[in-house]
């Protein structure tokens, strides 16, 4: 599975944007996609996270509210809209896939067998 990430950029404090993530090669019509991002400096953390099946969303705490996982299985893609943006959620964003990865293991970058390249989101303040 290959996994492109897309859609970062700079963008002012308070503004939006929609990161994509586009899956190719071999797809799976289960498991879960995740965000994380990493910050220099910073280990990578848990943003979101979308079961393919059945749709259930999980977000981190410092997200939730602001951002919005969806995804599109007949595009095997999967998007973060990201409003309210604040400077601290600068940072390079990764999209992650798994075929089987159970609830209490989303949260774990380690648990992700598929990653993309990541795209970098600047917020200013």
């Known amino acids: 599975v290959q996994l492109q990430a897309s859609g970062g950029g700079l963008v002012q404090a308070g503004g939006s944007l929609r990161l994509s993530c586009a899956a190719s090669?071999?797809?799976?019509?289960?498991?879960?996609m995740g965000w994380f991002r990493q910050a220099p400096g910073k280990e990578r953390e848990f943003i979101a996270a979308i079961f393919r099946s059945g749709g259930s969303t999980y977000y981190a705490d410092s997200v939730k509210g602001r951002f919005t996982v969806s995804r599109d299985n007949a595009k095997n893609a999967v998007y973060l809209q990201m409003n309210s943006l604040k400077p601290e959620d600068t940072a390079v964003y990764y999209c992650a896939a798994d075929s089987s990865l159970i609830l209490s293991s989303i949260y774990s970058a380690s648990a992700y067998d598929f990653w993309g390249q990541g795209t970098l989101v600047t917020v200013s303040s």
């Open positions: 090669g071999r797809t799976f019509s289960r498991g879960v």
